[in-house]
């Protein structure tokens, strides 16, 4: 078989194709080995630079935020739900992310994280921007500059 048809079957069959929007996919508490702060590192095939980190971020509460730094911060908020009796990490933009853990080892998006006290510098920040977000759209005020963006971005660690 051709590998564009092994590829047109794989996206046929992924998850992605069937959770139509972000607010569909229902936000689950993930277990407790899942939670807390993970890192690569590393050089790693996933990443855009070997001197990039990817961080992922996972509540109790099933939030998440995928941080990845290179000359620039790109965080992305998710959720955590199950999706045909896996885990998996759905982002705002509706990418789905298997969740595997093996060992001490998390499998994610074609990285290998482990479990850190806290995220980098760079990432809290980038936490602290989007909690500060929630907030703002939870008491109904409007962002300060007006604008909205539909991921958080920030140069060189900077709002």
Request: glycine content about 8%; some cysteine.
């Amino acid at each position: 078989m051709k590998k564009w048809m092994l590829t047109a079957v794989a996206i046929a069959l992924s998850g992605c194709a069937q959770i139509p929007n972000y607010q569909s996919a229902v936000k689950t508490p993930p277990p407790a080995s899942l939670v807390g702060n993970w890192q690569t590192f590393g050089p790693q095939k996933g990443l855009v630079s070997k001197e990039a980190t990817a961080s992922l971020i996972i509540t109790a509460q099933g939030d998440t935020l995928d941080c990845r730094q290179w000359q620039r911060v790109i965080a992305k908020p998710g959720k955590i739900t199950q999706f045909s009796g896996d885990w998996v990490n759905v982002n705002n933009e509706v990418r789905v992310m298997p969740l595997e853990l093996e060992g001490d080892k998390l499998h994610y998006d074609k990285l290998v994280l482990q479990k850190v006290q806290q995220p980098t510098a760079e990432c809290q920040q980038a936490l602290k921007h989007e909690n500060d977000s929630v907030q703002e759209k939870k008491s109904g005020k409007a962002p300060g500059s007006g604008k909205t963006h539909h991921k958080s971005t920030m140069k060189a660690g900077k709002l």
